[in-house]
């Protein structure tokens, strides 16, 4: 090994003697380098290597690249690349190949020997580089899309991007991705001739017999993809988005012409494509260029209504929920656009209440959509159809409890004299395990807006619920309820009766306290009584807890004298990290930093 390392580095030399001679690093600086290089040279000669050394090494090489790079720009010395940059760049690929083939499957590594070819112009091996990954794995579309890329981009090749897609093809024969990007090579090569052609023609350069193929120019390579495409992959997803590729070079109306003319009959019950063709409508050529804002807002009004008919065409023919879901995204989106004219926004709030209710009497209205449908509802101060359509959403969508949820939110906000009958119906239907939401929601209503014989019923019925998070959280409100209601003896005795009905929350007991310390003479006894309590549930996990209990005593009514004992039990009741953090908190506490 040691006769390996002493020749690479006498192969350093002459490009380390050029650097010195050259200005770029001083002799201190060289020897540092070199010293440097003996250490990594060394660890990468290993018997058993290390991908974490050969990276160290790489990225070692590269700084001194960018650092020769700074230099050379700052004194203005820009000669002997081949022997200064070369040697290194050559060492470096000689490392990452060694690396690739050793860890071929670490496509990270491949691609930062990609990265690094392009980075420092080295065409030829970045070719070599791409076709050796490009054998190891060929399965990863992405992969030969890049090298397709860097073909056409890096080293001005169409001929072998092409090459490489249809071997791509190959490989991956239905991949949506290889499709477009090699559709967009194509008509990439295309634009390339037409400008090369069109700087000739400036130029009146004679070109003899080279002709340029007005096929090629008028991106009929192209459309040979597409037709291929086209054949083995199915959709008007798929067709729009070669449709969209297309519609960005100005030379390809005619490929354009031809794709739409093959998706109007050809998906005539996709919804997708008549999504496509109703917007179209609102990119159609129209009046000239109106200058008054109403005159403005009235021509987008004209383009909408146009749209809304080619929808309502293809609901003839296409009436399903997917086709109901683009058109009210659509109403949607043109709804929220901003405008100052109130008539357009009038218009088009009036449009989207009706392709709601049409999508709601049909039947095919997604949920998500009722959501909508009330904002809109609320947001004009229609508070009956927005109880009417909140009752209608929950009997649609009964095992939903999103739904559930907002249009309780709503009827709630509306005080409406519905919600109770729809509480009792929601907690029927949901899961109990996702209610507790609805019992909160329905707990605050209670408080704030019914009788108080109703609500203490329903807090009796939320205790004695099933389900853990429910009872805890209900004897939180409860507790909290008492309090507001009959002040600190009911609070008093409702923690009395629940106290020893698990389970709890520390919520529950911190509530108690802060009760008790609202009061004018705050008795010690009950708050210790309170903290033990919370301590036999969550002492063994909340250093929290035994830290507010300890600052209790220190205070004004507690008894100093206790801390000790309580720090003891402290440290003997908690469990892992717990410890740690209580013993940081309690010497902090001591030293008077907190």
Known sequence: MADIVQQRLEDRIPALEQLERVGLFTNKEVKSMLKRSTALEYKLHRTVQSKDDVITYIQYEINVLEL?????????????????????????????????????????????????????????????VLSSMLAIHPDKPALW?????????????????????????????????????????????????????????????????????PEILSGK?????????????KGAEFILSLLQ????????????DTILQELQSQYVDDCM????????????????????????????????????????EALKSLNTEAMWTCYVTFCLERYKRKTNVNELKEKRKERLLRVLQSAHDAEL???????????????????????????????????????????????????????????????????????????????DWCMTSQRPEDTETFFQKGLLSLVPAVSSAMKEKYLEWS???????????????????????????MKMIEIEKEQETPKMSNLRDYYERALREFGCLDEDLWMDYIKEELGRHGNPENC???????????????????????????????
């Open 221 to 233: 390579l192209a459309e040979v993809v597409y037709r291929d495409a086209a054949q083995k992959i």
């Open 145 to 213: 899309i890049m090298a397709a890329k860097c073909e056409m981009e890096d080293r001005n090749s169409s001929e072998s991007a092409r090459h490489l897609f249809l071997r791509a093809l190959r490989f991956h024969p239905e991949n949506k991705k290889v499709y477009q990007e090699y559709f967009r090579m194509e008509l990439m090569h295309a634009e390339k001739l037409r400008k090369q052609q069109q700087e000739l023609e400036q130029a009146k350069i004679d070109v003899g017999e080279y002709n340029f193929s």
């Open 365 to 443: 209205l997604q949920e998500s959509f009722y959501k909508n449908w009330l904002q809109v509802l609320l947001s004009s101060g229609d508070t009956v159809s927005a109880t009417q359509i909140a009752i209608t959403a929950t009997q649609c969508f009964s095992q939903s409890f999103e739904m559930w949820s907002f249009s309780l939110q709503t009827l709630v906000q509306l005080e409406s004299t519905e919600a109770g009958h729809l509480f009792q119906e929601a907690l029927k239907h949901v899961n109990p395990k996702e209610s507790l939401p609805l019992w909160q929601l329905q707990a």
């Open 273 to 312: 494509m008549w999504d496509f063709m109703a917007k179209r409508e609102l990119d159609a050529a129209g009046a000239p260029e109106l200058q008054s804002a109403k005159g403005r807002a009235s021509d987008t009004d004209r383009r909408e209504e146009r749209c809304c008919v080619v929808y309502e």
């Open 564 to 594: 000790g004992k309580l720090h003891w039990r402290a440290v003997k009741t908690l469990e892992g990290e717990s410890v740690e953090r209580f013993t940081t908190q309690y010497t902090l506490l001591q030293t008077g930093h907190v």
């Open 68 to 128: 020769i790079k700074k230099r050379r720009a700052r004194i203005g010395y820009h000669f002997k690349r081949e022997e200064i940059e070369y040697p290194i760049i050559h060492r470096i690929n000689h490392v990452f190949r060694r690396a690739t083939t050793k860890w071929q499957e670490d496509v990270q590594l491949w691609l930062s020997q990609v990265a690094f070819n392009k980075k420092w112009g080295t065409k030829t091996q970045l070719s070599k």
């Open 483 to 509: 309090y507001k209601t009959g002040g600190y003896k009911r609070a008093r005795k409702t923690f009395t009766s629940l106290h020893e009905h698990r389970p709890f929350t520390k919520a529950f007991f």
């Open 245 to 256: 590729i297309a519609a960005i070079f100005d030379f390809t109306k005619e490929l354009q």
